[in-house]
């Protein structure tokens, strides 16, 4: 008898038609740095770590910052990973570029390395939604770290903010996920 009604609950559930289909995957957006001059004055290999960032930060989601401590996320989009990780393909792509793929690698990797470029993203957000002009906030910590030594030999901070007067649409107050 329970083989029977294993059978006749598995018969029912193979059916594809019971369950409703799932939403659409939402679009997905992605960064991509600007064509860099290649120069080759990086003479040791420099490693890329991967990058570090507060939770609300390190997820898919595009983050929105609608207002002091206060953080959302855009309903309609999302990175095609996590922001630390989209954020370390753009470094180690555009510093392979200017220097060579020869002496630029990941961290992860486990290669011989003399320097590691460390960094911690700190915003990378959109702002300005009430206002109706939204504008991106970047802030990013680079610190070079001698791997043998084990000291850093330069920090700098890089604070970035842009316009996007193009997704004014996009940025409705209905497109955003609580």
Not at 29 to 46: C, D, E, V
Request: contains cysteine; aromatic residues 10%; proline residues 8%.
């Amino acid at each position: 008898m329970k083989k029977g009604i294993f059978i006749l609950l598995a018969g029912f559930l193979s059916g594809c038609s019971l369950f409703p289909e799932g939403e659409p995957p939402l679009p997905l957006y992605t960064l991509k740095s600007a064509p860099l001059k290649q120069t080759h004055a990086l003479k040791a290999p420099l490693a890329i770590d991967g990058p570090v960032s507060e939770i609300s930060l390190d997820t898919q989601r595009i983050a929105i910052t609608p207002s002091p401590y206060q953080r959302d996320y855009l309903a309609d989009g999302q990175w095609p990973d996590r922001l630390p990780k989209v954020f370390e393909e753009i470094l180690v792509e555009s510093l392979s570029e200017r220097w060579g793929g020869v002496h630029v690698n990941r961290n992860s990797a486990g290669l011989q390395t003399t320097y590691v470029l460390f960094s911690e993203i700190q915003d990378f957000s959109l702002y300005s939604m009430e206002t109706g002009r939204p504008e991106v906030r970047l802030k990013v910590m680079f610190k070079v770290i001698d791997f043998q030594n084990r000291h850093a030999i330069a920090a700098r901070t890089f604070s970035e903010c842009v316009p996007v007067p193009w997704m004014e649409s996009v940025f409705s107050k209905e497109k955003l996920k609580k």
